[in-house]
């Protein structure tokens, strides 16, 4: 039921940092007003929109922004922009797939940025279709271990939610994943609330079937890629099916 992604808790690790930048907030943001717009402005009867909110609260994004975007998002309030998502596939260093997730009001900004990005760094653009076979659709909910003075553990986790559909939980260190089918993922955060479980996030993501070993000098280039791409402020989410071990993290980090 278990697994570990060196990968996975260095993403995890960096977004905790990102989320003091203000490029994260924006993206945060971007993704509440999209939600509101999507299914209306009330997050009782709005999932998406319920799980958005909270990601963003977790991530210190103040109220007031947040509300504006709801407003924005549900026609409350005018200013809000047309965003659409767009899904772009391609490959990385060491033929890494990936799949670079959109939200965007230019679609031919957001083509040649990324575009541009991939290019200079060691990947390219491929068609649709060629990549996104290799990812499935999945739940994924981020659990703090740590939460008011008592530690959560793996089987704490599985208890509260493995009979509403979850399929592994993974240690990502100082925090857990809980990953089931993305149509179970609203019935998992249930779940775990139920238990007074708290989390950081709730998301519907692209999961990888296999993961591709990457070497020192790959993952070098692997992670300047994935900086420049989410630097872009069309990104808003990246899958690739990469790991990186221990060993190599360690050496990249004392480099």
Known sequence: ??????????????????????????????????????????????????????????????NDNIDRAVKRGSGAETGGADYQTIMYEG???????????????NKNRAAMEVRTAMSRNGGSLADPGSVSFLFNRKGVVV???????????????????LEAGADAVNDLGDAFEVVSE?????????????????????????????????DK????KMFRLVDVLEDLDDVQNLYANFDVSDEIMEQLEDA
Request: glycine share 8%; net charge negative; proline share 5%.
């Open 182 to 214: 993305a149509t179970d993922l609203v019935g998992v955060r249930t779940a775990l609330q139920a238990a007074g479980i708290d989390y950081d996030s709730a998301d519907a993501q692209f999961v990888p079937d296999m993961q591709v070993q990457l």
């Open 143 to 161: 659990v703090p271990v740590e939460q008011d003075g008592k530690t959560i553990t793996e089987d704490d986790l599985l208890e509260a939610t």
């Open 91 to 105: 490959y990385g260093p060491a033929g890494v797939a990936m799949l670079i997730e959109c939200l965007t009001d």
């Open 1 to 62: 039921m278990s697994g570990h992604s060196k990968w996975a808790t260095t993403k995890h690790k960096k977004a905790i940092v990102d989320a003091k930048r203000g490029k994260m907030f924006a993206k945060l943001i971007k993704n509440v007003e999209v939600a509101a717009r999507m299914g209306g402005g009330d997050p009782t009867g709005n999932p998406t929109l319920y799980d958005a909110i909270q990601k963003a609260k977790k991530s210190s994004v103040p």
């Open 217 to 220: 000098d790959a993952a070098a």
